[in-house]
């Protein structure tokens, strides 16, 4: 299979890098100076621009192969992808960091729009800031299910209430799962009769309410609650992050911004937080 990375940033780059060495991998760029970095990796490097015709048909790929578009220009993205589309009917992945185009197209048919996977970096990041802030206690968080199931990574202190206790003596809350144990890089599948040691990792499973009754339980004498949250920079993350944080409505939100146009425009986008100018 062949796989057509159109940029050639830091994104392209690290995406090339992490793609299995059996992929036919092909990276799309007209800057001598990007190209020059991906002389270290097995790449081919077709000079041109992937907003062309012509140099999409040059590529060769086809109906089972990939295209992926992640270059610095959400417009030149959101073109080539529909280029590559039509010309050669692969499957399209386009990057965008300018939350309006993500929500117009993830809103949309794509069977239409002929985009098949949209990612948003800001988005993205502002999610995980977002746990990092909700969660503070925990050393790793993931979410399923459009958010409806989190997985909460916690490292297991000497003075726990964990500690030297079996999962079963926990009585967890209900909705909680126990789902793995790390013990110096031995991963256990935990039963009832599991013993939680110190320094162990522990990953429970749960809908965010029950992850919250466990670290009220557990982990109270450790850290409250988050009430209140500022951020720095209202550009495209700190605008999603605000957005996202909105969601708990228990938050007091501030928001830092330096320029006063961009601080009337977030002002009328985030109802809940309030909107500082920096240099007022």
């Known amino acids: 299979m062949k796989v057509a990375i159109a940029g050639g940033g830091e994104v392209a780059y690290q995406i090339a890098r992490e793609l299995d060495e059996s992929l036919d991998i092909l990276v799309i760029e007209d800057d001598p100076d990007a190209v020059a970095r991906f002389d270290r990796l097995d790449v081919q ?20 192969d990939q295209f992926i578009a992640c270059g610095e220009s959400d417009e030149k993205n959101i073109i080539a992808c529909l280029a590559a589309k039509q010309a050669c009917g692969v499957r399209t992945t386009c990057f965008l960091t300018e939350e309006d185009y993500y929500l117009s197209f993830a809103h949309g048919e794509r069977s239409v ?23 503070p206690r925990a050393i790793d968080v993931h979410t399923f299910l459009g958010g409806r199931i989190w997985l909460q990574e916690y490292r297991i202190t000497a003075n726990s209430k964990m500690a030297g206790r079996t999962i079963m003596g926990l009585r967890l809350p209900g909705g909680v799962l126990a789902l793995a144990v790390v013990r110096q890089d031995e991963l256990i599948v935990p039963s009832g009769e599991t013993r939680i040691e110190a320094e162990d990792k522990v990953t429970f499973m749960g809908t965010q309410r029950a992850l919250r009754e ?54 009328s986008e985030l109802p809940g937080t309030l909107v500082l100018d920096a240099f007022r």
């Open 45 to 64: 490097v077709v000079r041109g621009s992937p907003t062309s015709i012509e140099t999409i048909l040059g590529l060769e790929i086809e109906d089972g």
């Open 113 to 135: 729009l002929n985009i098949d996977r949209l990612i948003s970096p800001p988005l993205l990041l502002a999610e995980e800031i977002a746990r990092i802030v909700l969660v």
């Open 214 to 267: 466990l670290e009220r339980g557990f982990f109270k004498d450790v850290v409250e609650k988050v009430r209140f949250v500022t951020i720095v920079g209202g550009g495209n993350v700190g605008l999603a992050t605000a957005r996202r944080l909105e969601e708990e409505g228990d938050l007091e939100l501030k928001l830092i911004e330096s320029d006063e146009a961009r601080c009337e425009y977030l002002a």
